[in-house]
């Protein structure tokens, strides 16, 4: 099975702060790669598919970026609504997919 | 504009089987190149992938939990299906069903989760 860590697990920043939460794979995924954001009490929601492209209506303030083992989701300057959790998807796999452990993102 | 909506009964007792339905508003689950997939998320815990179907009725299931775990669809109504046996309380859980959508991205064809139902809280007690 494919592993994916997620550092930091949680993480502090103020409105204005760019921010790069990290992803590694336990074995070459490509760009098989997304990024979802998650608020307390709802579903997940779709930012970045294929490592680096944009879902269509996410603000361009978030970015992702990498290939093989390691990626990065940025957001470049923290908006309130931002602050959530984040989780990385491995879709390299056709048979399964696994997700990273999130990290949360808190208001300093 | 497609929406999902899981639906089922919100306490299960322990070793009986949890059943789910999905249904699809919006638009036929028949239409396009998608999967359709079941998520889980335990209170405070991360995303647990659980299986997905094709409207062909192929399907891929989590190794972990594949001995438990049957999904099903029924285009007739627009619906998909979990059924997980043996259940306990580490089943409790809310319960996403989610659409697999395939992008093209440079000639290769990358999959995502890119519609989701509201989840629905299954909990797992006598």
């Known amino acids: 099975d494919i592993q994916m860590t997620q550092s930091p697990s949680s993480l502090s920043a103020s409105v204005g702060d760019r921010v790069t939460i990290t992803c590694r794979a336990s074995q070459s995924i490509s760009s098989y790669l997304n990024w979802y954001q998650q608020k307390p009490g709802k579903a997940p929601k779709l930012l970045i598919y294929?490592?680096?492209s944009l879902q269509s209506g996410v603000p361009s303030r978030f970015s992702g970026s990498g290939s093989g083992t390691d990626f990065t989701l940025t957001i470049s300057s923290l908006q309130p609504e931002d602050f959530a959790t984040y989780y990385c998807?491995?879709?390299?796999?056709?048979?399964?997919?696994?997700f990273g452990q999130g990290t949360k993102l808190e208001i300093k | 504009q497609v929406q999902l909506q899981e639906s089922g009964p919100g306490l299960v007792k322990p070793s009986q089987t949890l059943s789910l339905t999905c249904t699809v508003s919006g638009g036929s689950i028949s239409s396009g190149s998608y999967y359709w997939s079941w998520i889980r998320q335990p209170a405070g815990k991360g995303l647990e992938w659980i299986g997905r179907?094709?409207?062909?009725?192929?399907?891929n299931y989590n190794p972990s939990l594949k001995s438990r775990v049957t999904i099903s669809v029924d285009t007739s109504k627009n619906q998909f299906s979990l059924k997980l046996s043996s259940v306990t309380a580490a089943d409790t859980a809310v319960y996403y069903c989610a659409r697999d959508r395939y992008y093209d991205s440079s000639g290769y064809y990358y999959i995502a989760f890119d519609i989701w139902g509201q989840g629905t809280m299954v909990t797992v007690s006598s």
């Open positions: 998807q491995q879709s390299y796999s056709t048979l399964t997919s696994t």
């Open positions: 294929a490592a680096s």
């Open positions: 179907i094709y409207t062909s009725g192929s399907t």
